[in-house]
Antibody
Framework: EVQLVESGGGLVQPGRSLKLSCAASGFTFSNYYMAWVRQAPKKGLEWVATISTSGSRTYYPDSVKGRFTISRDNAKSSLYLQMNSLKSEDTATYYC?????????WGQGTLVTVSS | DIQMTQSPASLSASLGETVTIECRASEDIYSNLAWYQQKPGNSPQLLIYDANSLADGVPSRFSGSGSGTQYSLKINSLQSEDVASYFCQQYNNYPFTFGSGTKLEIK
């Protein structure tokens, strides 16, 4: 059974940093592109980042480019999101997702609240 | 960036009815479109990929169609467990973009 379990969310002040983790199991992690998708409270879905199987290619929307960094450790079947210079508008539940023709599997999400 | 315009924003229908949700892309996305269902308090779940392919475990009353810039999700024989928000998403180009969502309620 495919499982994606996020961790690392919490309350953080504007301008500070936070690193999210996602532990994957139930599939060959190194065979799949992986992504982060977020959802602000009571709002829609926003794609945040994607990483290729080897980690050599990464993709971001303009809203987070230069502030967020996606990475992976295939030996540990783990995905990460380093978030720097956080803003109030980054407040959201962050989901880890397996990417292939859409996002077929999602984690339960981890809430990040950016507030002073 | 490709804009995804989803309609309607909300929808109320009776049990057993058929409902349709539309999604229009700002340019041709060559059927690289997915539909998701999100029930309150839960993570999104993939329903349809490649515009018309049913994801594993999804009931056959859900179907997707369309091409080019126009796509739709149809739910036949509406059930109480279909109460949820529905989102379309294009994966033809980065940045991937989602529709704004449709909230489905039962009358």
């Amino acid at each position: 059974e495919v499982q994606l379990v996020e961790s690392g969310g919490g309350l953080v002040q504007p301008g500070r940093s936070l690193k999210l983790s996602c532990a994957a199991s139930g599939f060959t992690f190194s065979n799949y592109y992986m992504a982060w998708v977020r959802q602000a409270p009571k709002k829609g879905l926003e794609w945040v980042a994607t990483i290729s199987t080897s980690g050599s290619r990464t993709y971001y929307p303009d809203s987070v480019k230069g502030r967020f960094t996606i990475s992976r450790d295939n030996a540990k079947s783990s995905l990460y999101l380093q978030m720097n210079s956080l803003k109030s508008e980054d407040t959201a539940t962050y989901y880890c997702a397996r990417q292939l023709e859409g996002f077929a599997y999602w984690g339960q999400g981890t809430l990040v609240t950016v507030s002073s | 960036d490709i804009q995804m315009t989803q309609s309607p924003a909300s929808l109320s229908a009776s049990l057993g009815e058929t409902v349709t949700i539309e999604c229009r892309a700002s340019e041709d996305i060559y059927s690289n479109l997915a539909w998701y269902q999100q029930k309150p308090g839960n993570s999104p779940q993939l329903l349809i990929y490649d515009a018309n392919s049913l994801a594993d475990g999804v009931p056959s009353r859900f179907s997707g169609s369309g091409s080019g810039t126009q796509y739709s999700l149809k739910i036949n024989s509406l059930q109480s467990e279909d109460v949820a928000s529905y989102f379309c998403q294009q994966y033809n180009n980065y940045p991937f973009t989602f529709g704004s969502g449709t909230k489905l309620e039962i009358k």
